[in-house]
Nanobody, 125 residues
């Protein structure tokens, strides 16, 4: 089992920045990747970014490339999402997720085995 706890959400004006954190505990040694998804009211849960343990390869949704950066701490138990140049359309609940054994695309929520409780990010115009 892997437990994920997000923090760092909040209210920010358009153009501002926020940094989200996701702390993992439990069987962290068996993780393959950790990433972020987001879900706005009435919409599906969308991929944002992922950091893979093998080679530190990162993946980003086109909508956040150049604005968001995903990183991991040296202990390999915390993943961060630095969000810059925030836009009102970035408003959503942001969920942290972890992959144990990759069975599909990192862009698909179905590939992830564990999820955090979510943290709200609101960007005002």
């Amino acid at each position: 089992q892997v437990q994920l706890v997000e923090s760092g959400g909040g209210l920010v004006q358009a153009g501002g920045s926020l940094r989200l954190s996701c702390a993992a505990s439990g069987r962290t040694f068996s993780m393959n990747a950790m990433g972020w998804f987001r879900q706005a009211p009435g919409k599906e849960r969308d991929f944002v970014a992922t950091f893979t343990w093998s080679g530190g390869i990162t993946y980003y949704a086109d909508s956040v490339k150049g604005r968001f950066t995903i990183s991991r701490d040296s202990a390999k138990t915390t993943v961060y999402l630095q969000m810059n140049s925030l836009k009102p359309e970035d408003t959503a609940v942001y969920y942290c997720a972890a992959v144990l054994v990759r069975s599909g695309s990192y862009y698909s929520a179905m590939t992830y085995h564990y999820w955090g409780q979510g943290t709200q990010v609101t960007v005002s115009s």
